[in-house]
């Protein structure tokens, strides 16, 4: 009886919490789209409004952070379904020549060089600064492709090489994002230390990456395999089973599927999600999909960021900001010479300056890193690294979309 007491209690709190939480996010994108602004960073500062209301006033019970955390799971699925459904895989595997040759020194660049300042300038151990290296590959073009659609310069020459090479950069970072989550259980022994020696643990390290490599192989056999044999047959029962509202929930319950498949064997929710939508994106069409999907994003996406701000402790953001501030400075040094270096040969100088602001902006991806990095504990994301992450994806998306509204008018 006092469970279901207190089941009552919590139910319309939780109820009353997730309503109000929709509603802000609503008022919040509408505020900062007014000023052609990036909502993430706002998602963001409404999870740290709602961590130090919590942390002053405990409005936030233990079952009401295991939703709020479902929730997130669930929008950072939308997230990734979103790459993979909007991306153009045909398109892209032709364009694939070009956009690889931008593609290879923007990851090394941005990588790289982010693992050894993160761990021999700023002092990190070897797993945080791997995480750090993993969420700087990715970029959030999401930010940028917005401002160049407002612009009318996404049809160009240099809006193709972009949308490209930010494909790309999703999709390789999904797949490090899920190589080394596979590999935590040997970083996490490596950086705490243990009875094993390092030849057993570099040894063990290969293994682990190995058989990731065996399942990340199967699972895009199982993927394709369903692709050419299936989507067809299951697109006909759909269309049979009801409206296209019933075809619509039927094909998101096939996306959630696979991605919880791929998170059992392994691989991650995410590089499932983003698998899912890569292979049903060549109906999406026939589907009538954006307009169902797009509303499941407004839904369930802001949830994500709001996680990731309400994980930050409000008391440790000014000893962070030193931080913050010197990884966003190579977030933008890294992007802007990696592509830079190559792109200087399809585009002039101008050019070039805008296809590198635009790749600037860390959010989706990078996010689900550290807020993974995070969950695992202090050996992968410390919580002063965790909240100058944020700074550097607040950062990125508010300094890119400033800089590309005024560089793009000019243009």
Same mark, same amino acid.
């Given at each position: 009886m006092q469970l279901l007491l207190n089941i009552d209690f919590n139910v319309p709190w939780l109820v009353f919490g997730f309503g109000s939480l929709i509603m802000l996010c609503v008022l919040t994108k509408a505020g900062f789209d007014r000023f052609s602004l990036p909502s993430i960073v706002g998602y963001l500062l409404v999870g740290m409004l709602l961590s130090f209301a919590d942390r002053e006033m405990g409005i936030l019970n233990h079952s009401g952070e295991g939703v709020l955390s479902f929730l997130s799971a669930v929008g950072v699925i939308v997230l990734l379904f979103r790459v993979g459904i909007e991306s153009n895989l045909h398109a892209l595997l032709h364009a694939l020549p070009k956009a690889a040759k931008v593609w290879v020194p923007d990851m090394l660049v941005s990588s790289l060089p982010t693992y050894f300042i993160?761990?021999? #300038?700023?002092?990190?151990?070897?797993?945080?600064?791997?995480?750090?290296?993993?969420?700087?590959?990715?970029?959030?073009?999401?930010?940028?492709?917005?401002?160049?659609? %407002?612009?009318?310069?996404?049809?160009?020459? %240099?809006?193709?090489i972009? #949308?490209?090479?930010? %494909?790309?950069?999703?999709?390789?970072?999904?797949?490090?994002?899920? #190589?080394?989550?596979?590999?935590?259980?040997v970083?996490?022994?490596?950086?705490?230390?243990?009875?094993?020696?390092?030849?057993?643990?570099?040894?063990?390290?290969?293994? %682990?990456?190995?058989?990731?490599a065996v399942k990340f192989i199967v699972f895009i056999a199982m993927i394709l395999a369903l692709g050419r044999y299936l989507e067809a047959p299951l697109a006909h029962v759909t269309r049979k089973i009801g409206n296209k509202a019933t075809v619509l929930i039927f094909v998101g319950g096939c996306g959630f599927s696979i991605a919880g498949l791929a998170g059992m064997i392994g691989l991650s929710l995410p590089i499932g999600a983003l698998f899912a939508g890569l292979l049903l994106s060549r109906h999406r069409e026939d589907y009538g999909f954006q307009p169902f999907y797009r509303s499941l994003y407004l839904l369930f996406m802001p949830f994500f960021f709001i996680h990731i701000g309400f994980q930050i402790n409000?008391?440790?953001?000014?000893?962070?900001?030193?931080?913050g501030v010197a990884l966003t400075f190579v977030a933008l040094i890294s992007k802007v010479v990696g592509t830079g270096c190559?792109?200087?040969?399809?585009?002039?100088?101008y050019g070039v300056l805008l296809i590198g602001a635009s790749m600037v902006p860390r959010a989706e991806v990078a996010m689900i890193v550290v807020q993974r990095g995070k969950d695992l504990g202090d050996w992968a994301m410390p919580d002063e690294l965790y909240a100058a992450m944020v700074f550097v994806s607040a950062a990125t998306c508010m300094?890119?979309?400033?800089?590309?509204?005024?560089?793009?008018?000019?243009w």
């Open positions: 993160t761990r021999y #300038l700023l002092g990190y151990g070897m797993a945080p600064s791997l995480f750090v290296a993993v969420a700087m590959t990715a970029t959030s073009v999401g930010v940028s492709v917005a401002v160049w659609k %407002e612009t009318h310069k996404l049809d160009t020459k %240099e809006g193709g972009l #949308l490209d090479t930010a %494909e790309l950069d999703d999709i390789s970072g999904v797949a490090f994002m899920a #190589l080394l989550f596979s590999i935590a259980p970083l996490k022994q490596m950086s705490i230390g243990g009875h094993k020696g390092d030849a057993a643990l570099i040894s063990e390290l290969g293994n %682990e990456a190995g058989l990731f409000p008391h440790i953001i000014m000893g962070s900001l030193a931080t190559v792109t200087r040969l399809f585009t002039n100088t300094g890119a979309a400033i800089f590309l509204h005024w560089a793009l008018r000019r």
